[in-house]
């Protein structure tokens, strides 16, 4: 597996990571049915992801509430020293899974990683990281907590997420930022104008969730079969943006059929693509979706190919898909912004 550094200064992680959400928590914060099935090809999952040479495993405490977690310290039983855990923290559910708001006051922070360092069996966590700006408490002290666990042992190393300009540039100013975790892919690539930028100005690394929109630039969403749960957080899955979509997702299905590969795996390998300090997440919970996404890093697309994937695809966060029929110039204002995110 190769590395890659997280921030100027920062750890050296596996090229590819491994988003274990997915595992305890649907998108839109619905819980999934849980069974023995499931439970233990999630445990299979983390643990082929550890065997292939993957250090990072992407996780957060409200991901069902804890099970997420449980399973993480399973599949790293006798074997920490390979694991790098990002744990994201701050977000307030109900039973069901309903979202109540962020909590980021500094007496919460540090009774959040209290809990998940238990939970984790663990004596710190790698990368500790904010879910979202609490916009009632001033960011400064929501950093200053991690700070504090930092030089008492209990962190290794800050992350954000999902944060804009200001508050990283705050973040980092208050305590080194490791990494930003922020959706990037060639569906969405409205980080490029501001946020990229930044973050390599400030030598910070970037961890990219949702590489493949969502299952978007996957394939399979033929037919315009979308789950509702995701079509309801994603304006691009909904109605006529996902027709126009889906047309403009043929283009990568070409390039893919044309190299021997998935659609997936092209948009995966594009992602590595964009720079060395950014490192992608796959999200998945079965081993099969895990093999065949980790094939993106065998392959190698020619400067023409990423070229042509650069022209059909925007950073236009306005746009339906980011991706473009061959022979547009201009995508169309079709909804490309997600809601909020859990």
Known sequence: ??????????????????????????MGGRQPERDSHSEREGLSTIEAALDAGI?????????????????????????????????????????????LGMDG??????????????????DYV???????????????????????????????????????ADNLRRAHSTHPVAALEIEYSLASRFIERKMLPLARELGIGVVAYGVVSQGLLTGTMRGGVVNEQLAASFSRLQGANLRKNL???????????????????????????????????????????????????DITLSMHELNALDTRSSPAPSSAAGLKPPGAAVPGSTGNSPKRRA
Request: hydrophobic share 35%.
């Open 105 to 122: 006051r500094p007496t919460s922070i540090k009774n959040y990683a209290t809990y998940s360092l238990q939970r984790l069996g663990v």
């Open 55 to 99: 250090t990072l495993l992407n996780t957060g405490d409200f991901y069902g509430m804890g099970h997420n977690e449980a399973l993480v310290v399973r599949a790293i039983c006798r074997r920490r020293d390979r694991a790098f855990i990002s744990v994201k923290c701050g977000i307030q559910r109900t039973h069901t899974g309903a979202i």
């Open 247 to 297: 047309e403009a997702v043929d283009f990568l299905e070409q390039l893919a059929k044309s190299n021997g590969c998935r659609p997936a795996q092209v948009a995966i390998s594009w992602m590595l693509s964009r720079g060395d300090d950014i490192v992608p997440l796959i999200g998945t919970s079965r081993r099969s979706r895990l093999s065949e996404n980790l094939g993106a890093l």
């Open 126 to 164: 790698d990368l500790y990281q904010p879910a979202r700006a609490d916009p009632s408490v001033p960011y400064e002290e929501t950093i200053g907590a991690i700070a504090e666990l930092i030089s008492e042992g209990k962190v290794r190393y800050l992350g954000v997420s999902e944060v804009n």
């Open 1 to 26: 597996m190769k590395t890659r550094r997280l921030g100027r200064d920062g750890p050296l992680v596996s090229a590819i990571g491994l988003g274990c959400m997915r595992m305890s928590t649907i």
